[in-house]
């Protein structure tokens, strides 16, 4: 299974928006393709978003069930909206969920609520 630890992060909020990702393989007990990049100006929870959009995109052209992939992520706004729970009201956020849902769909892609301190991208923030 191939995890893919997302974090997104806004100073001040709203402000610069800077995102992260990394996979961690639970075959291979290694972790790669660690990537940090700065977004431009947004929210803290467009960031998050944001994040969790580019590490769905980095997952291979051929993630399609065969080697499950889940979302790692600390946002309880993100993965309760995915869990149906939350109504996202930002069009912003609207449209980045939509967006997620879609490649999640064809990608085969679960989402897990994580704590902060477990979230291998947030330390990727913090440096």
Not at 81 to 100: D, E, F, M, S, W
Request: aromatic share 8%; with cysteine.
């Amino acid at each position: 299974m191939i995890e893919v630890y997302c974090d997104g992060s806004c100073t001040p909020n709203p402000g610069e928006m800077r995102v992260a990702y990394t996979w961690y393989s639970t075959v291979t007990e290694c972790e790669f393709n660690g990537w940090v990049a700065e977004a431009g100006y947004g929210t803290s929870n467009e960031a998050e978003f944001l994040a969790v959009l580019k590490g769905i995109l980095s997952l291979p052209s051929n993630q399609d069930g065969t080697q499950p992939a889940v979302v790692c992520t600390d946002s309880e706004l993100l993965s309760k909206a995915i869990a149906g729970t939350y109504v996202l009201r930002n069009p912003k956020l609207r449209l980045l969920y939509q967006c997620i849902e879609n490649l999640r769909a064809s990608k085969w892609v679960g989402v897990r609520l994580i704590p902060r301190e477990e979230n291998l991208a947030h330390k990727l923030l913090e440096n």
